[in-house]
C-alpha cells in the first residue's frame, strides 16, 4: 500500500475510534490503557509554518535590506512545531496522535492539517476557524547561512486556561498519554490540562521544555516564574532541553548553581528528579545520547551509532520525544535499568534519524532510517511497529506514483478531502438533516445538476433501499411541471457544491413557499441554497484540490461521503436488519448474499 494511503487508512481509524485492524492491535499490545480511556497520544502545543525568506544580509536596525532575488521572496513553506514533530515522530512508530491545536481557516492552516494527514495525526480535535490565525514563523537566511527568526504564535497564544479548558481538557481526560510544553502555550493553559490529566487519573502527562524558565518568563511572556514551577512539578514526565534544565536547577536549588556546569547529565536528572518529584526526567545529550532519572534509577543511555552526515538537528530533540512517548505506550512506564536502557535506546535512535531529514519532520525514508538505526540493538522491535512506513513493494508503488503522478495526486487529494470534510461538517446539522428525513411522512425529493445531480440521483435509489420513498428530480424540470409533484409532507435535499446553481436555488424558493421542508448539501454556508434552507449540511476540502481550476472530483468524493453518511446513520436509528434491507433489495448480488 502506497504511504499516503497507509496514512489516510490510519487516519479514518482514529477518527471513528473503533478498534479495528491496526488499532485492535495497538489496543491488545499496549501497557497504558483503561476500559474507560481511548489509548492514544494527544499533544497540546506548537505547530507552525516556517516561511523562509533569502537576503543579500539581514539589515541592521533602522536601515534597508534587500532579498537574494528581486522576483522571489519566499524560498519554501515547510510545516513543523514542537508539539507537531514529537506527535509525528511517534505516529511514524505506530503510535495513534491526536493535536490539540486552534489554527485558521487560512493558506498556513490548510498547509498543517493536510501535513498532519500525511504524517499520520489526527486532526479531529483540531478547531479550526476564521477567527483564528495559524502561528507562523518568518526564517530570514543570508547568503553565508546566517539567520534571524520571528515569531507569530498566532492563534497558540490563545489556548490559556479557558481555551484549554473549552476545547481541550475533555480529549486530555479520555486519552492514555497528553504531551504539552513550554513554548508558545500560555502556562495557565499548560496548567489547566496538566491538571485535567491528573484529576483523570490514569493519563501519563509529558512537559517538555523547549525554553529556558527566563525567557518563557521574559521574552515570551507565557507566565510567572511560579506557573513554570507549577508546570514541571505536575507533570509525569519531564523533558527540559539541557540548558532549560540548568536553568531549572537554579530555581529549584540555588545552591547548587556553582556545581551545575562540572554536573554530568545523569546527575543533572536524578537531582531535577528529586527537586520536581516527577516519575521520570529525561535529558538528551546531543551526540552522546540522553540521561534518563526515575526515583529508584538513574543512568546514561549513549547513541549505538554515529552519524557520519548530519543534514539538520534541529528537530532532533522533538523526534526524541517522539520516541520516548512512543515507548511509554508501549512498555509503559519504565521500571527496571533494563526497561530504561530499552526506552532511551529508541528515543536515541529516533532522534538520530531525524538528523537524516531537513525539517523537524519524518520524511521520505525516515522509515527506514530509523528501522535501519533500530537494527541489532534492544529496542529492535519497535522498527514492527513502523505501520505508517514501507511495506516490501512500496519501492515499486512508488515508481508507479512517478510513472502516473496525476493518479495518485488524485488519490492523496481525495483522503486530503475526506479528512477535511471530517473536522468541517457540523454534528447538529448532520443530525437535523438525519432527523428530517427520518421524521418525512411524505416523500424525499433529491435534486442536483451536472455531477451533484448525479450524486443526488445515486442518494434517492439508496433512500429508497432502506424503505424511505425518496425520488430524484432533475433540477432543471421544476420549473417545467414537476412542481406539480410537491405536497407539504415532503423534504427536499438539494446537492451543489457551490451553492450557487440557479435552477436549485429557485427550485428551493419555490418549494419553500409550498411549505416543503428543505435541505442543501453544499461547500458554501454562506451561499443562497444554504441560507435559503432550513437545514444546511456544508462541508469544506482544500481550495486547491480540484485540477484546472476546479474540475469535479473532491467535491464528488466528499458529497458521496455525506451521503453514505447520512445512509449509514438512518439504518443505525432505524436498527435496520439484512432482512429488512433484502425486502427492498431482492435482486442480484445483494440481495443473494442476504438470504
Known sequence: MAPFLRRAVNQAVLQHRRPCGILYRLLTTTNISSSSKFPRVVGCGSNVVDQFMRLRAIPKLGEKGYFSSPTTIYEASIVGGVTLNHLSWAALLGVPTSGLFLQGKDPSGELIRAEMLRQGVSIEFVQASSEYTTAESYVLLQDDGERSILMATGSTSQIDASAARKFFASPVAQSSIFTTE?????????????????????????????????????????????????????????????????ELMQVLDPTLTSTL?????????????????????????????????????????????????????????????????????????????????????????????????????????????????????????????????????????????????????????????????????????????????????????????GKSGVVARRMAVSLASIGIAAHYVHAAEWTH????????????????????????VTALEMLKERGVWSISITSNDESSLAKNSDVSVAYNIPSDAEPVGGAPTCSIVAQEAIVNGVMCELIHR????????KRNHPGGALGAKSI
Open 182 to 246: 513550554i513554548s508558545q502555550v500560555p502556562l495557565s493553559g499548560v496548567m489547566e490540562l496538566l491538571g485535567a490529566a491528573r484529576d483523570a487519573g490514569g493519563v501519563v502527562s509529558v512537559l517538555d521544555v523547549d525554553i529556558s524558565p527566563s525567557v518563557a518568563v521574559d521574552e515570551a511572556r507565557l507566565g510567572s516564574m511560579d506557573d513554570v514551577i507549577s508546570c514541571v512539578k505536575q507533570a509525569t514526565v519531564l523533558k527540559p532541553a539541557m540548558h532549560a534544565a540548568v
Open 261 to 449: 556546569p562540572s554536573m554530568s547529565a545523569a546527575d543533572l536528572a536524578a537531582r531535577l528528579r528529586d527537586a520536581t518529584e516527577c516519575e521520570l526526567v529525561a535529558l538528551t545529550d546531543g551526540g552522546s545520547g540522553c540521561a534518563l532519572a526515575t526515583e529508584s534509577h538513574s543512568l546514561v543511555v549513549p547513541v549505538r551509532t554515529t552519524i557520519a552526515k548530519v543534514t539538520d538537528a534541529t528537530g532532533a530533540g522533538d523526534a526524541f520525544l517522539g520516541g520516548l512517548v512512543a515507548s511509554l505506550f508501549y512498555d509503559g512506564m519504565p521500571t527496571t535499568p533494563a526497561a530504561l536502557h530499552r526506552m532511551g535506546a529508541l528515543a536515541n535512535a529516533t532522534g538520530a534519524a531525524c538528523c537524516h531529514t531537513l525539517g523537524g519532520l519524518p520524511a521520505n525514508g525516515s522509515q527506514a532510517t530509523l528501522a535501519q538505526l533500530l537494527d541489532g540493538g534492544e529496542a529492535a522491535d519497535f522498527a514492527d511497529k513502523l505501520l505508517v512506513g514501507a511495506d516490501s513493494d512500496d519501492d515499486d508503488v512508488a515508481a508507479d506514483e512517478t510513472l502516473c503522478s496525476g493518479f495518485y495526486t488524485s488519490l492523496g487529494n481525495d483522503a486530503d478531502a475526506l479528512v477535511e470534510l471530517a473536522s468541517s461538517v457540523a454534528p447538529t446539522a448532520v443530525d437535523k438533516c438525519v432527523s428530517l428525513i427520518d421524521n418525512c411522512s411524505g416523500k424525499v425529493l433529491v435534486t442536483g445538476l
Open 481 to 504: 411541471g414537476d412542481l406539480g409533484t410537491a405536497r407539504r409532507d415532503d423534504v427536499i435535499i438539494a446537492l451543489s457544491h457551490s451553492g450557487s446553481t440557479t435552477e436549485c
Open 574 to 581: 432505524r436498527d435496520l436488519t439484512e432482512a429488512d434491507f
